[in-house]
């Protein structure tokens, strides 16, 4: 049996007005529209406008897509979705995602760690409490004790956004749908094999997971000035690390450029630093593999640097790096500051992934050692 496609519209409006976008939802329920999906991004309140939305229609299913996992608490996410559930019974799913570093670091200054850990915990605990059970549960990046509230009539269906594989297998098999967006075309069938992957690992059926999927359309008499703002409204996704990398695993690896072959960490880990001098930095760029930008680079990410005897923890202090660049295949990171080439050169050791580095570039005023507590330890 062919799967049902359900026609949906994205919410709120252009004119980011709660009485504009309830009229909004109110016509494209009367249209015929199956659904009336929500982004939680900034803005109105995609939760609280869910709610006004079920007070104002009475058939369409209404989603979030996506609520970030970082920004609510599981307590605060199960007692809000249990209160829409009642307001629009069996009419309400609430999906969540891990977002992205621009948001979750940058907007709310929250650290973006183990995403995939992250995910399944805040299921399981969300599974949990809309069950009315009591919580008992310690993982690595969430816990809850003790927390209980009434069970949702029915349940309530959870979607997980997921772009790459991994993801992609653990919403399929956690989740009852997975959304995804901004995918080449072509990259469908790929996407699909690991929908099934992930919901045979949980027994279920694959055609039984919904798969949801936002589209740009647009009636217009000027396609070509509709594709321009097509191609501004991508190139805000795709400038991001994650949506770049899910580009070139789609296989559009030439259009997602050399930025996504690889990412540098984003927090101490046992991977040895080096800082390179610019000069130095051209002369291997034909080798690197990964190009991030200062945008990029302005998220303030710690550096571990080691010569023979000491052990030093930096950030970039004073003017951004130019860039930051990683090598594919290899742990082995540069981050390339603005040092002068002739007194601070470093050097790197492929065979050992040790790094040397000079104390006189270590004191320099774009590569100033920080203390962090424990580090080194």
Known sequence: MPPRFRTAITLPGLSGNVADTLALARRAESAGYDDLWLADAGGMDALTLAALIAQNTTRARIGIAVVPAYTRTPAVLASTAATIAQVAPGRFVLGLGTS????????HGLELAKPLTRMRETVQLLRQMLAGEKTRFSGETLKSHGYRQEAVAGGLPIHLAALRPRMIELAAELGDGVILNLFP?????RIVEHVARGARRAGKDPADVEIVCRHQIAVTEDPAATRKLFRMVFASYYATPVY???LAWCGSRAR???????????????????????????????????????????????????????????????RLPRSISASAGSERVAVVQPISRAKHRASVSPARRTTRISQRALRSRHARPARVPGAGR
């Open 256 to 318: 997602a450029g050399p930025r996504a072959t690889a990412s540098a960490p984003r927090r101490p880990s046992a991977t040895s630093w080096s800082t390179r001098s610019r000069s130095s930095a051209r002369a291997s760029s034909a080798s690197s593999a990964c190009s991030i930008t200062r945008a990029a680079a302005s998220t303030r990410t710690w550096c571990r640097a080691s010569d023979s005897s000491r052990t030093w923890w930096m950030r970039p202090t004073g």
């Open 244 to 246: 770049n990398e899910f």
């Open 185 to 189: 075309r072509h990259a469908l069938p």
């Open 100 to 107: 992205s570093h621009a948001i979750i670091e940058g907007w």
